[in-house]
């Protein structure tokens, strides 16, 4: 079964940078894609990013083009977001998910779509 265990999280000033990850207990294929979401208090769930394991096809929300960098790493079953030129609207408590093994050639966006969720990190940007 996949699960998912996210780190990285902490307090950083405006313009720092964070690197989060995420263990898969399972093989990289056991899923077809791995997505990072966000969410904030009184928000929505966000899509910052997601890759696809057997491709490495990325998609990143327009809000974090530029800042914010998506990867993985199959011998560790990790999935990592590179957070730079953060800024204290990036605050909120981020979600790595896994979608299901058939293939897609992108990963999807929606939240429905993964089936597999973290227990989330925290991520504060101070001003």
């Known amino acids: 079964q996949v699960q998912l265990v996210e780190s990285g999280g902490g307090l950083v000033q405006a313009g720092g940078s964070l690197r989060l990850s995420c263990a898969n207990s399972?093989?990289?294929?056991?899923?077809?894609?791995m997505g990072w979401f966000r969410q904030a208090p009184g928000k929505e769930r966000e899509f910052v990013a997601a890759?696809?394991?057997?491709?490495?096809?990325?998609i990143r929300a327009d809000s974090v083009k530029g800042r914010f960098t998506i990867s993985r790493d199959a011998a560790t079953n990790t999935v990592f977001l590179q957070m730079n030129s953060l800024e204290p609207e990036d605050t909120a408590v981020y979600y790595c998910a896994a979608d299901r093994p058939a293939y897609r050639r992108l990963p999807p966006t929606e939240a429905i779509e993964y089936i597999y969720w973290g227990q989330g990190t925290q991520v504060t940007v101070s001003s």
């Open positions: 399972d093989r990289p294929f056991a899923s077809n894609s």
């Open positions: 890759i696809t394991w057997r491709t490495g096809n990325s």
